[in-house]
């Protein structure tokens, strides 16, 4: 027999290393988690509350989810859920499941699942899986997947895969996706065809 086993007492808590456990509610809890040095925040409020993030700094890792309603002045954040996001000074923002973004002043957007983006002032939108994106004023889009895109202005769009791309005659379409993935309409006929 091997000798006797020594009993260890253990605390069930672990120790806090920034991370919080449980999503905020409110933009008073954020900026507490934030300056508590939280590298991780999740965020999940009332949607008839208006959030605004400002810049998120670079070592915090933000995710709103839910029907939080938020907005953005740079930095990174990542949306899940039905929430809503206003994306401008070229923030980054990766959007899940039915998320619905709108991404102003050279923003970044990263589109999968059933997102529906709203692109304007040169906005850059790689959408992918089934997303839905309206572009306009100069944006970037790379359509990969089942993705819906309507275009106008001068807008550039990129098909790759199986992306059906809407656009008015003024946009620049390039890329591998085939010919017969192209619709042109006018301009007010668009904005029908995604829902919105």
């Known amino acids: 027999m091997g000798a006797p086993v020594k009993k260890t007492t253990r605390n069930s808590r672990r120790p806090y290393r920034g991370r ?17 040095g939280a590298k991780t925040i999740v965020i ?3 949607p008839e ?12 890792e933000v995710k709103v989810i839910g029907q939080t309603c938020a907005g953005i002045a740079g930095g990174s954040i990542a949306a899940a ?22 991404a102003f ?5 990263d589109a999968r699942g059933k997102s529906h983006i709203v692109g304007t002032d040169n906005a850059r939108i790689r959408a992918e899986d089934s997303a839905i994106v309206f572009a306009h004023s100069h944006c970037h889009v790379q359509a990969n997947g ?4 309507a275009a106008t202005d001068t807008t550039t769009v990129r098909i790759d895969g199986e992306a059906h791309v809407r656009v008015s005659p003024s946009v620049h379409t390039t890329g591998p996706g085939q010919p017969a993935n192209i619709e042109t309409h006018p301009i007010s006929r668009l904005a029908r065809h995604l829902n919105f």
């Open 81 to 102: 859920g039905r929430c809503f996001v206003q994306a401008s000074n070229h923030a980054r923002v990766t959007a899940y499941e039915h998320a619905h973004i709108e």
């Open 146 to 149: 089942q993705t819906l895109i």
């Open 20 to 36: 919080s456990t449980s999503p905020v509610r409110s933009y008073a809890e954020y900026a507490k988690r934030l300056a508590a």
């Open 105 to 109: 002043d050279d923003s970044t957007v």
């Open 49 to 60: 509350s208006w959030l605004d993030l400002g810049h998120i700094p670079n070592q915090v």
């Open 44 to 46: 999940d409020a009332d």
